[in-house]
């Protein structure tokens, strides 16, 4: 045996071999075919950008997990984008503008981010996602939240949320709050932690209203069903979260036309993305998997960072999330193997590459088994390497021999069948 030299991926990457990549490639594949479905056509942003411009795009927390690096060729900083949203945003404001709205586009790519490496987090994430650009309103909003469920539902996912706020229902009620920055995110934490006794100790110590302290101490129960619109507009009071709620109020209605309420959650007290939406956020979580496998929301403020005002909504997938969490059943809907493995015995090679070339050119994936070994030990490396079949080949004879690899069952095939295109596995 030769030395084996130990590697070791920088923490937070990972390889993927060929059946989790299978899977990879079945979820894309799949998500791809919804987005074309709704009209959505693919963008292919590049793998580097110049920091500068980049950073127009994203909010402060992205812009510290961003890996940036001296280019050598122009001495100026370029990145790897921690987010393909802004990098669409910027092809549609510079390279789109002169075509008429909406956009819609989509993409599946990955991204970098630096994430601390005690609490275990991926800083290799693979995103695939769509962008609605040049439509405001809720019927496009309740778009992106119909197509999350669509999409979940192709690759398999039965038991799932979608969970959905609203930020200007938040910025009505913390805007105006008389506090100090450090006061105000103490306070979005505890709100975002639905941390009701902590929020409700931390507000007596603040130069608060009884009002304010109300509306407050609602944030962390307003999660439910659309019965939470009526409990929230007797909470708060304050005109735009009550335009906030109006907004909400529409978009579940179109919703409700798509047939997709059933897996729809309120979470008014959801506070992710409030520095940097502008309307609807949602995230898509599946029964017994922690994470979120897609966010998204209306983000209308961005593509102007980049000289082109225009409303925008979208959403991504986290693809990696959605692997780990659909794993058993991905087992069954992405087959990782290839259809045949042909092996053949005697001298003469040409019969079996004939054979190959007939077999792929009728749509089935074949491999020709060209090293030199037994029958037995091809079907050894058949069954391990996730074929389905091994097609044996004997010169001496008019049949071919179809074994299953999964449970060793043979039966006879004959040259006229394939030849005829008949041949069926």
């Known amino acids: ?68 690096f001296d280019d050598r060729q122009t001495g100026r900083l370029v990145a790897f984008p921690p987010d393909i949203t802004p990098q669409v945003a910027r092809i549609a404001a510079t390279r789109m503008r ?39 309103g809720p019927e496009a909003d309740a778009e992106m939240i119909a197509m999350a469920v669509k999409c979940l539902q192709a690759v398999g996912a039965t038991e799932f949320t979608i969970d959905i706020g609203q930020v200007e229902f938040l910025r009505g009620i913390l805007d105006d709050l008389p506090l100090e920055p450090v006061q105000s995110r103490a306070v979005r934490t505890a709100i975002a932690a639905k941390d009701s006794s902590g929020l409700q100790q931390l507000l007596k110590k603040l130069p608060l209203t009884g009002q304010q302290r109300t509306e407050l101490l609602a944030l962390p ?72 496998v897609c966010s998204g929301g209306r983000y209308d403020g961005l593509t102007a960072r980049y000289g082109y005002p225009a409303p925008a909504t979208g959403f991504a997938f986290n693809l990696y999330n959605l692997l780990f969490a659909l794993d058993r059943i991905l087992d069954v809907r992405a087959e990782e193997g290839t259809d045949i493995l042909l092996f053949s015995s005697g001298r003469d090679k040409a019969p079996a590459q004939r054979l190959a070339a007939a077999l792929r050119d009728q749509g089935h994936s074949v491999a020709r088994d060209i090293i030199e070994r037994d029958q037995a030990a091809s079907f050894d490396y058949a069954r391990r390497m996730h074929y389905r079949y091994l097609l044996v080949l004997n010169a001496s004879k008019e049949e071919l021999n179809l074994i299953r690899t999964s449970d060793g069952k043979e039966t006879s095939v004959t040259h006229a069948a394939i030849e005829s295109g008949q041949f069926q596995i």
């Open 221 to 292: 129960r307003l999660y439910g069903g659309r019965e939470i619109l009526s409990q929230a507009r007797q909470a708060v009071t304050n005109p735009a979260s009550q335009r906030a709620l109006d907004n909400l109020e529409k978009i579940i209605e179109v919703l409700a036309v798509y047939g997709v309420e059933e897996h729809i959650t309120l979470d008014l007290g959801e506070i992710r993305g409030f520095d940097y939406h502008s309307g609807l956020i949602f995230q898509g979580f599946l029964s017994g998997f922690g994470r979120a």
């Open 98 to 136: 002169e075509m008429p709205l909406p956009f819609r586009l989509c993409y599946n790519g990955r991204v970098l981010r630096h994430a601390e490496q005690r609490l275990g987090k991926d800083r290799q994430i693979f995103q695939s996602g769509v962008e609605l650009i040049g439509l405001s």
């Open 1 to 68: 045996m030769p030395n084996t030299i130990e590697t070791r991926l920088p923490t937070g990457v990972k390889d993927f071999l060929p059946v989790k990549a299978a899977k990879l490639d079945y979820l894309q594949n799949t998500l791809r075919g919804i987005y074309k479905s709704w009209g959505f056509r693919p963008v292919v942003p590049a793998v580097l950008e110049d920091l500068a411009v980049l950073e127009l795009g994203l909010g402060t927390d992205l812009r510290e997990r961003t890996f940036r």
